[in-house]
T-cell receptor, first 113, second 111 residues
């Protein structure tokens, strides 16, 4: 068990470019979550998958954001036409069932210049 | 999820116990109390959770008030590695799957 893995750890992109992040959850966890965290704030929920189905989406997830989890394994989060306000840490977490605690990855830090 | 209130920051001496308070006066009967902590440059880490009874695990203890309107996370012997932001979160296991993080308590541990 290597925990939740996120790649890349850091991403610097120019405004207007598209970026994609990857999350590999713990293999037996069927639930996967994406969060965003800005400096000095607690993480904010973005979206949730149970297996391959995306069951919840936050209002924070604008139409420039899309997340997928093909075959219920790894997940990707894509941001199109990035804006400076998208600069944040993007965190992925997984859990086996709802009643258990989440295991978070170390996050991908996005800087939009 | 119902709201929680935590002090912005606390200080502790190394090897002494730490009691981190959390108020949640609007807690509902189906809300579990979860605690996470976040070390610098890392994602949050699950610490402990409970419903009504006090809970212990290898990381910490959770003391829940009888009326459930407050709880306390207890670190029995603080180490420098316990310096982190500690989040108290209410989570209804019957509704929704998100954790709603507040500002948390920044714990500083002095050697």
């Amino acid at each position: 068990d290597t925990g939740v893995s996120q790649n890349p750890r850091h991403k610097i992109t120019k405004r207007g470019q598209n970026v994609t992040f990857r999350c590999d959850p713990i293999s037996e966890h069927n639930r996967l979550y994406w969060y965003r965290q800005t400096l000095g704030q607690g993480p904010e929920f973005l979206t949730y998958f149970q297996n391959e189905a995306q069951l919840e989406k936050s209002r924070l997830l604008s139409d420039r954001f899309s997340a997928e989890r093909p075959k219920g394994s790894f997940s990707t989060l894509e941001i199109q036409r990035t804006e400076q306000g998208d600069s944040a840490m993007y965190l992925c977490a997984s859990s086996p069932q709802q009643v258990y605690g989440y295991t978070f990855g170390s996050g991908t830090r996005l800087t939009v210049v | 999820d119902a709201k929680t209130t935590q002090p912005n920051s606390m200080e502790s001496n190394e090897e002494e116990p730490v009691h981190l308070p959390c108020n949640h006066s609007t807690i509902s009967g189906t809300d579990y109390i979860h605690w996470y902590r976040q070390l610098p440059s890392q994602g949050p880490e699950y610490v402990i959770h409970g419903l009504t009874s006090n809970v212990n695990n290898r990381m910490a203890s959770l003391a829940i008030a009888e009326d459930r309107k407050s709880s306390t996370l207890i670190l029995h012997r603080a180490t420098l590695r316990d310096a982190a932001v500690y989040y108290c979160i209410l989570r209804d296991h019957n509704a929704g799957n998100m954790l709603t993080f507040g500002g948390g308590t920044r714990l500083m541990v002095k050697p």
